[in-house]
């Protein structure tokens, strides 16, 4: 298992609010749509990163990671895996505290890069799946 329990509830309710989420466009039709929209019902800021840099759900995007001007607490990917891997470096450069691929984005060894680094690290899970069940 890619984060266990603890690191789930640990980046879901102690690491902070601010959720990058790599991969948010105004296409209702994709995962990271409806994801984000449940982030902020459960109180998370979101932060669109995508190249069209739109505007989701209220927030402001940004074309990537270095681009946004301020800190953010949690790097949500929902990008392909083989794209995965250079998110996580951004997420390290940007200062990030945890970064979280989402359901079917696998990369082994960019998951311990980000362990090795310090960062709480979630794979392969959806944090709009864990967060109803923090209770």
């Not at 409806?34 to 459960?42: D, F, I, K, N």
């Not at 390290?92 to 311990?112: H, N, P, R, S, T």
Request: glycine residues 8%; proline residues 5%; contains cysteine.
């Amino acid at each position: 298992m890619y984060g266990d329990e603890t690191a789930v509830r640990r980046i879901l309710t102690e690491l902070g609010d601010t959720w990058a989420v790599v991969g948010l466009s105004s296409n209702r039709r994709r995962a990271a749509y409806g994801v984000a929209e449940v982030l902020q019902r459960y109180g998370k800021r979101i932060v669109p990163v995508h190249p069209k840099a739109e505007t989701v759900h209220g927030e402001p995007g940004y074309a990537s990671l270095a681009d946004i001007p301020f800190d953010v607490d949690v790097v949500d990917v929902f990008v392909n895996s083989d794209l995965a891997g250079p998110v996580v470096d951004e997420a390290l450069a940007k200062g990030a505290k945890a970064v979280w691929f989402q359901l079917g984005v696998i990369d082994e060894a960019a998951y311990d890069r980000a362990r090795a680094a310090g960062l709480e690290m979630v794979m392969d899970r959806c944090p709009a799946i864990e967060i109803p069940r923090l209770g």
